[in-house]
């Protein structure tokens, strides 16, 4: 089985930042388009950032944008999501999926055609 792994959360105060990586070890990640997904308690999964594989091309949700940044290393096999100036509203449980696509535009790729991805990591912003 393809596995993913999220690293990198934890707990921060407000304003703060984390970087979460995620680890395509058995994946050739050129062929893949990555995407950040979040889940807070008792709320639905929420698509927060996605990179394509073609051009690099990225998307990300309204609330993130200007404070967090996704980026991918083919080569290392890694996707991060910096985040900055994190808030309270961020907290959730972080995860990365992928799914093997040439198609440029992440942003129209639905939740459920992501055919692998991570166990999560917990972010949480408290002060």
């Known amino acids: 089985q393809v596995q993913l792994v999220e690293s990198g959360g934890g707990l921060v105060q407000p304003g703060g930042s984390l970087r979460l990586t995620c680890v395509a070890s058995e994946l050739t990640l050129d062929y893949y388009t990555v995407a950040w997904f979040r889940q807070a308690p008792g709320k639905e999964r929420e698509g927060v950032s996605c990179?394509?594989?073609?051009?690099?091309?990225?998307n990300y949700l309204d609330s993130v944008k200007g404070r967090f940044t996704i980026s991918r290393d083919n080569a290392k096999k890694t996707v991060a999501l910096q985040m900055n100036t994190l808030k309270p509203e961020d907290t959730a449980i972080y995860y990365c999926?992928?799914?093997?696509?040439?198609?440029?535009?992440?942003?129209?790729?639905?939740?459920?055609?992501?055919?692998?991805w991570g166990q999560g990591t917990q972010v949480t912003v408290s002060s």
């Open positions: 999926a992928a799914v093997a696509t040439f198609f440029p535009h992440c942003e129209l790729i639905r939740e459920l055609e992501y055919d692998y």
């Open positions: 990179i394509s594989n073609t051009d690099a091309s990225t």
